[in-house]
């Protein structure tokens, strides 16, 4: 079955950081265009952040520019989300998401077009 894995949440005071990862046994992830996605409860499952596959362009929630980075290492294949100055608001289920297409130059910003998911990581931000 192909399934993503997430890691690297838990419980952070604000102002803090966690380093997300994302990996899968089954797929190659630099042939997928990866997204971050997040969702609080009793709200809808948002972007935070996704890389395509060519040149590895980015885009980012609007709420977490110039705090959050995602990056690939295709070596390891791996998916980090490098999360700093982390806010209360941040609190949520992160999920990582992959649509396939070794030559995506975009990434989608919406949740159809990723067909393969995580579980999950619960990220809390609180003092």
């Known amino acids: 079955q192909l399934q993503l894995v997430e890691s690297g949440g838990g419980l952070v005071q604000p102002g803090g950081s966690l380093r997300l990862s994302c990996t899968a046994s089954a797929l190659t992830l630099r042939n997928y265009a990866i997204g971050w996605f997040r969702q609080a409860p009793g709200k809808e499952r948002e972007l935070v952040s996704c890389?395509?596959?060519?040149?590895?362009?980015?885009d980012y929630n609007d709420s977490v520019k110039g705090r959050f980075t995602i990056s690939r290492d295709n070596a390891k294949n791996m998916v980090y989300l490098q999360m700093n100055t982390l806010k209360p608001e941040d609190t949520a289920v992160y999920y990582c998401?992959?649509?396939?297409?070794?030559?995506?130059?975009?990434?989608?910003?919406?949740?159809?077009?990723?067909?393969?998911w995580g579980q999950g990581t619960q990220v809390t931000v609180s003092s």
């Open positions: 890389i395509s596959t060519m040149n590895a362009t980015t």
């Open positions: 998401a992959a649509e396939w297409g070794p030559s995506l130059s975009y990434c989608a910003v919406s949740l159809t077009p990723y067909d393969v």
